[in-house]
């Protein structure tokens, strides 16, 4: 089955500045990658999603990347603030969301 | 998108003695999903929750321990049995609306700790 991984763990950085965080995959059947905003106390919010037959996606200060021959797929965000901090899960599945996998998380920290 | 309304949020309960998690969902939707996250970790898939038959059990997982109904499009219940303190987690919802294109959703969670 699909295996996810995701780094860093933790990442700490300066209001204004960007974070990038890496997930890799195993399945070459996978073809959605969803990443998703957990706060805490709640539940996991889908923040953005890429697709296999696109390499980029951007959402406003949010833009995902996948390089479907390396298996690998990445958020990045710009011009952190504050409001950004929580914990950013990465995930991969077939479209069919079966057998949707989830990485390890990123605890996002976003020092004003 | 989909709203999905969990209760209990959280509760504290008694080693041997089981719970039932209740999942609601504003429309109707293709699939339903149940995940355990444990406390600092990651999502764990439990089972797929099917509309008037059996659930669909990952490995490690079993009914007897997680029971799962679904009797509708839209409501589903999950029942944490004979728990012991490795039980504690957080238990989510999670959805796929129909025509789905991919994105799942999840509801608040349930936080349970068992004693």
């Known amino acids: 089955g699909e295996n996810v991984e995701q780094h860093p763990s933790t990442l700490s950085v300066q209001e204004g500045d960007s974070a990038v965080i890496k997930c890799t995959y195993s399945d070459s059947a996978s073809n959605y990658f969803p990443w998703y905003k957990q706060e805490l106390g709640k539940g996991p919010q889908l923040i953005i999603d890429?697709?296999?037959?696109?390499g980029e996606k951007k959402d406003q200060r949010i833009a995902v990347t996948l390089n479907k021959t390396a298996k690998h797929f990445s958020l990045h965000i710009t011009e952190t603030q504050p409001e950004d901090s929580a914990v950013y899960f990465c995930a991969a599945s077939a479209v069919n969301n079966n057998d949707m996998r989830f990485g390890a998380g990123t605890r996002l920290t976003v020092k004003p | 998108s989909a709203v999905i309304s969990q209760k209990p949020s959280r509760d504290i309960c008694q080693r041997g003695t089981s719970l039932t998690i209740q999942c609601q969902v504003d429309?109707?939707?293709?699939?339903m999903f149940w995940y355990r996250q444990q406390p600092g970790q990651s999502l764990t898939l439990i089972a797929t929750?099917?509309?008037?038959?059996?659930?669909?059990?990952e490995s490690g997982f079993v009914i007897d321990k997680f029971p799962i109904s679904r009797p509708n499009l839209t409501f589903s219940t999950l029942t944490v049995s004979n728990m012991s303190p490795e039980d504690s987690s957080i238990y989510l919802c999670?959805?796929?609306?129909?025509?789905?294109?991919?994105?799942?959703?999840f509801g608040e969670g349930s936080r349970l700790t068992v004693l």
């Open positions: 429309s109707q939707v293709t699939m």
């Open positions: 999670s959805a796929a609306g129909t025509g789905s294109t991919g994105e799942l959703f």
């Open positions: 890429i697709r296999s037959n696109v």
């Open positions: 929750a099917n509309q008037g038959s059996e659930a669909t059990y």
